[in-house]
């Protein structure tokens, strides 16, 4: 099955500046690759997502790449802000046909420090 | 419009006893997820289920775990003979499920089973 790796674990930056969480994938066959956020005491909530067929999405300050051959993909946040400290999680699923459950990386801790 | 509501909130129980989750999904929403997220983990996938399709358990830790959805909607994740390491935060998710086969999940709060 599909094994998702995400680095860091814990990320701290100063409001302003850029953030960037890193994951990889195993499965070649997966195409979607969404990014939730998860507030303290909530459950994950979609911020952006990437299909297999675009190399980068944007929106507003946040911005995801992909690269298929390397099988990795990135969050990319700038103008960092308080409200951003959250813990985020990458993950990936396998075409329609195959397992259809998302895949999750074990998330990354962000804390803006203002 | 009302988001996915599971319940309890908050379950402190017994080792040993059984418990009972429930996820209300939005409504219209086929796909149903139950995830388990430990102290500090990841979110590990436990079932799913689709429409009138046979739900695919293969994320099940053991065969304490069991979940039911009834009229494809209300679903009850069962944990019986609980353990210790059982301890987590269960996280109910409905989606909408596009030709792609993917679809924005929408989680509860999460139900935080404490084991003592």
């Known amino acids: 099955g599909e094994n998702v790796e995400q680095h860091p674990s814990t990320l701290s930056v100063q409001e302003g500046d850029s953030a960037v969480i890193k994951c990889t994938y195993s499965d070649s066959a997966s195409n979607y690759f969404p990014w939730y956020k998860q507030e303290l005491g909530k459950g994950p909530q979609l911020i952006i997502d990437i299909r297999s067929n675009v190399g980068e999405k944007k929106d507003q300050r946040i911005a995801v790449t992909l690269n298929k051959t390397a099988k990795h993909f990135s969050l990319h946040i700038t103008e960092t802000q308080p409200e951003d400290s959250a813990v985020y999680f990458c993950?990936?699923?396998?075409?329609?046909?195959?397992?259809?459950?998302?895949?999750f990386g074990s998330g990354t801790q962000l804390t803006v420090l203002p | 419009g009302a988001g996915v509501s599971q319940s309890p909130s908050n379950k402190v129980t017994e080792k040993g006893k059984d418990v009972e989750l429930r996820c209300d999904p939005i409504s219209g929403h086929t796909a149903l997820y139950w995830y388990r997220q430990s102290l500090g983990q990841g979110l590990e996938f436990l079932i799913y289920?689709?429409?009138?399709?046979?739900?695919?358990k293969s994320g099940l830790p053991s065969d304490r775990f069991s979940a039911e959805r009834t009229g494809g909607s209300v679903s009850t994740l069962t944990i019986q003979r609980t353990q210790q390491e059982d301890s987590a935060v269960y996280l109910c998710?409905?989606?909408?499920?596009?030709?792609?086969?993917?679809?924005?999940?929408?989680f509860g709060e999460g139900s935080r089973l404490t084991v003592l």
């Open positions: 289920f689709q429409g009138n399709s046979a739900p695919d």
């Open positions: 998710a409905s989606s909408l499920l596009d030709r792609g086969g993917t679809g924005e999940l929408f």
């Open positions: 993950a990936a699923r396998a075409p329609w046909g195959s397992a259809r459950q998302l895949t």
